[in-house]
């Protein structure tokens, strides 16, 4: 059998070995995974999207938007994106600021590295929920936190941590940070250490060094961990309701969405809010990409023969 | 520049004992040997970026140890090239200048020096990802000679070239050295390349200095039978020595077959020795044609350009490799016949 | 030895001191330690007014919270649930992967990306309408639902995970296999699988633990009689003023416990940084 293999530059080891009357069939493995996908997520989307053109009930004869103009036009149901943006993007941003020195510094492994990776890991996994639960005891009146701020005389009452926007930013930081920190991680690993050595060769400080080339080198990781963080962060909804004030400061948009579908009955609204928190995310993502792009371009391997 | 008694482990691994070096200005000198013997851990100790765990380093009188890497003013090429890949070639080779203050006049002309003295004038605007692996390595040069260093320091910079680009380079470098005279330090697992750009081999193994030499010295006169090894002594046999007279010596091998060789070292009789000869210095005539010669055997002759390198398995059972001018037919009988004064003995390693 | 007296160089080949990353990794695990170990300690308080610690312990909390919160029955539940996502999120995705590891076809980057990227869109986006398909469809409220509902995001994740896995293994083992006479499926069974089983399995186990702490989805699709642990604990901690935080937290602790076996054992099987690093090529 004639067998013509061509050899592929480029990503991953694939070296085709094409059988011309094979063709598509070599496909085959892929189309149920790919029928799940279609049918159970873009389809939805689309569903989604036709479902909030088609408003239902009173709107019914206001015309295809109005399920957008009733949510854009309610001063309270506005005001969810707003509570929403005020804790995704600051939680975004000090997660970043903190995940990076510290990816930074463990890009060389550290003696115990997978304790700590670990140690990350295992809050993430467990989930918004426990976490909010937990900490309902932890950060309460008479919990722990208060009782060590009273003991050490920081404060004189105990601080409302939790039932608040506190609550909720609180949580998001403590889940959202350890994925922040494992993607920037895989990339500050990733980056060539003889790039820096000859760097220093060249007569580069460790400010240079940070400046002129990890930094530029970590641009595509740190688009991606804010966009993933973002994206996580801008959905929340257990926490909202559990360490939040869900009727109030911390009624964010998933909440709203919701409300709208549980509470009303009324999917086309619900639809719609939910493409509003769509295009909310898908614009922060452009704007991310954009911004890395214009930083860098090119892979983090040095130059090689 | 003097280097003293460096050392450095690595674990339980001791990459580098007791190296010793003096290094004149000026001068192409190799680090040369197999791979793990240490050599790249003595370069990277010269740049400083790795610490010796005992030793000095002495540049012009002064001791290297406090001084760090971007201190050092030495230019380095690494095996790898590792050129920034977010910076256009132009911004390579500047960024050197760039970490010296250098203005922007002359930093744009210094650079533009440095990119015509490798040929790759036109590529500044380029990424590194766009160029061949042959121009990546000139730009890894051209960043590390625009600096106007001290000292080159350059780690295998050929290995990851193919032959033709290769022999290029060398050229390349070697016009390099004499254009510039900087002093440099080359590290390379290549023989012909060491001996072709040298003006001084060190050998090592297993971290430790073996030889140190012009080219002819180490390539006429090895002092040890890992160096014989190494350039060319093909032949080695571990022998023992029957006596020693005047300035000869008389050894056996396995299998009983005996040899007549040039001592290299204190030899007993009755002492393990080594002895190699060169595929050159063997020589081949027909069995029976007049004097003496040991009997062998051809076992097969591989033409390789210029000559045929055959295989030849002696009564004894010992194997040769010979160097002959013509096609050796396979079986034919023969004498081989080793001039004593190319056969050299060596003390076992 | 023969060292000059000051030596102003950087301390390591490392990039500097350490002690700070261990104070903030350990000020972390303190603090979320804290989180888990108050709701544990509450779980097993008879009574606790408001000092440091308890002032007695029962575990009639544990009794009360499977009783009220029909415990058993919610575990249960979720064991199906998880296990069936598993599998089948597995037997979608690794065929999947190694299809897309092994052949190049144009368009292949973003087939990949359309394969992965329900994992990176939070379920609520998709979450609503997708329930609204599901309750159009009767299949709202039914175990049915919520297992097929949490195969979107799982799904993915094994496509991530095993994708950069095969393609680790080098193809010429697969050829060497054709061309000692085996036909693709015994390429498959005897030279793949083996190879691929750790890879699957600890993918399976990432899984799993994922499917038990998905919430979302599982939320918008879950009646009465399928509700997953996290979304029973989530629906007690809701009412929390009508029901007994000793009891909450008893059922948190079930959840966690849980959660962390499933996690350790997966972790003693897989770095999650190489996880990563694969993942973002």
């Known amino acids: ?305 | 520049m003097e280097i003293r008694g460096l050392t450095k482990r690595f674990a339980d691994v001791v990459a580098l004992s007791a190296f010793d070096l003096d290094v004149h200005g000026g001068e192409f000198i190799s680090l040369l040997g197999p791979s793990g013997c240490g050599k790249s851990t003595a370069l990277n100790c010269l740049a400083g970026l790795v610490d010796p765990d005992a030793g000095q380093i002495l540049l012009d009188g002064d001791d290297l140890s406090p001084v760090p890497p971007e201190r050092r003013g030495f230019g380095v090429v690494f095996q790898s090239y590792a050129l920034f890949p977010h910076l256009t070639v132009g911004r390579n080779v500047a960024f050197g200048l760039e970490m010296m203050g250098v203005r922007p006049d002359a930093l744009s002309r210094r650079v533009a020096q440095a990119l015509a003295l490798v040929h790759l004038e036109d590529l500044g605007d380029r990424y590194p990802a766009q160029l061949s692996g042959g121009q990546q390595q000139r730009v890894a040069l051209a960043r590390a000679l625009v600096i106007e260093p001290r000292l080159l320091l350059m780690d295998e910079p050929l290995s990851n070239l193919d032959a033709k680009l290769r022999l290029e380079m060398r050229l390349e470098i070697r016009r390099l050295h004499q254009t510039l005279g900087l002093t440099t330090f080359y590290v390379t697992h290549d023989q012909e390349e060491a001996l072709s750009l040298s003006d001084r081999i060190a050998l090592m193994k297993d971290g430790t200095l073996r030889q140190v030499g012009t080219p002819e010295d180490v390539y006429l006169h090895p002092q040890s039978s890992f160096v014989a090894n190494f350039f060319g002594y093909r032949n080695l046999f571990p022998v023992r020595v029957e006596a020693v007279r005047g300035g000869r010596v008389h050894v056996v091998a396995l299998g009983g077959l005996r040899l007549e060789g040039t001592a290299r070292g204190d030899l007993a009789a009755g002492a393990e020795a080594v002895a190699a000869v060169r595929p050159e210095d063997v020589v081949l005539r027909p069995l029976g044609d007049a004097a003496g010669g040991v009997p062998a055997r051809v076992e097969f002759a591989e033409f390789i350009g210029d000559a045929f390198e055959c295989s030849v398995e002696t009564d004894t059972s010992a194997l040769f490799v010979v160097r002959a001018a013509e096609r050796w037919p396979q079986g034919a009988p023969v004498a081989l016949r080793v001039d004593p004064d190319r056969l050299l003995v060596f003390p076992p390693e | 030895m023969n060292r000059s007296v000051a030596r102003p160089r950087r301390a390591h080949a490392g990039g500097g001191p350490s002690w700070w990353v261990y104070a903030l990794v350990g000020a972390f695990a303190v603090l979320v330690a804290g989180i888990f170990l108050s709701a544990f300690l509450n779980s097993i308080a008879s009574t606790w007014f408001g000092g440091w610690l308890p002032d007695a312990y029962t575990t009639k909390w544990y009794r009360f919270a499977i009783a009220e919160f029909d415990l058993g029955y919610v575990l249960a539940i979720t064991i199906v649930v998880g296990l069936t996502v598993t599998i089948v999120s597995l037997a979608l995705g690794v065929p999947a992967a190694y299809v897309l590891a092994r052949r190049a076809f144009p368009g292949r980057p973003l087939l990949l990306l359309l394969l992965i990227l329900p994992m990176l869109v939070p379920p609520i986006t998709y979450g609503i309408p997708l329930a609204a398909m599901l309750y159009t469809a009767r299949l709202g409220g039914s175990l049915a639902g919520v297992i097929i509902v949490n195969i979107v995001p799982a799904m993915p994740f094994v496509v991530l995970i095993m994708t950069p896995f095969f393609e680790q293994i080098d193809p010429n083992l697969e050829r060497a296999a054709r061309t000692l006479g085996a036909s693709p499926w015994r390429v498959f069974r005897r030279v793949l699988l083996p190879i691929a089983l750790p890879g699957v399995l600890a993918a399976g186990l990432l899984i799993l633990v994922r499917a038990i702490a998905l919430f979302e989805l599982t939320f918008l699709v879950s009646g009465a009689k399928s509700q997953t642990l996290v979304v029973a604990l989530y629906y007690a901690a809701f009412a929390a003023g009508i029901r007994p935080s000793q009891a909450i937290d008893a059922m948190a602790v079930v959840y966690m416990v849980t959660g962390l076996a499933l996690l350790l054992t997966a972790l003693r099987f897989i770095n999650p940084v190489n996880m990563v690093i694969r993942v973002r090529q």
């Open chain 1, 1 to 305: 059998m004639q067998r013509a293999v061509r050899h592929r530059t480029g990503e991953g080891a694939a070296v085709p070995a094409p059988r011309a009357r094979r063709g598509g069939a070599v496909l085959l493995p892929l189309l149920p995974a790919l029928l799940v996908v279609l049918m159970l997520f873009i389809y939805p989307f689309a569903y989604g999207l036709m479902l909030s053109l088609h408003p239902q009930g009173a709107l019914a004869k206001a015309g295809a938007f109005a399920n957008y103009a009733v949510f854009f036009g309610d001063p309270r149901e506005r005001t969810s994106i707003w509570n929403t943006l005020r804790l995704a993007v600051p939680v975004t941003l000090l997660d970043l600021l903190i995940a990076l020195p510290l990816a930074y510094r463990l890009r060389r492994p550290l003696p115990g590295q997978r304790v700590i990776t670990g140690l990350l890991v295992i809050p993430m996994t467990l989930g918004t929920v426990l976490l909010a639960e937990g900490m309902i005891e932890f950060f309460g009146p008479a919990g722990w936190l208060n009782k060590l701020l009273l003991a050490l005389h920081i404060i004189g009452t105990p601080v409302q941590f939790v039932h608040n926007y506190t609550g909720v930013f609180l949580s998001l930081m403590i889940s959202d940070f350890p994925a922040v920190f494992l993607v920037l991680l895989g990339y500050a690993s990733g980056i060539d250490p003889r790039l820096e050595q000859a760097a220093r060769t060249l007569g580069a400080g460790w400010w240079q060094r940070l400046l002129r080339v990890t930094l530029p080198l970590l641009a595509p990781g740190i688009a991606a961990a804010a966009a993933l963080s973002f994206v996580a962060t801008f959905s929340v909804f257990p926490s909202a309701v559990l360490v939040g004030q869900p009727a109030g400061e911390t009624r964010v948009i998933a909440l709203a969405a919701w409300q709208a579908a549980y509470e009303r009955f009324d999917y086309p609204q619900a639809s719609a809010i939910a493409m509003v928190m769509a295009a909310i995310e898908l614009v922060f993502v452009a704007l991310v990409l954009a911004a890395r792009n214009r930083a860098y371009q090119g892979p983090t391997i040095g130059g090689r023969g």
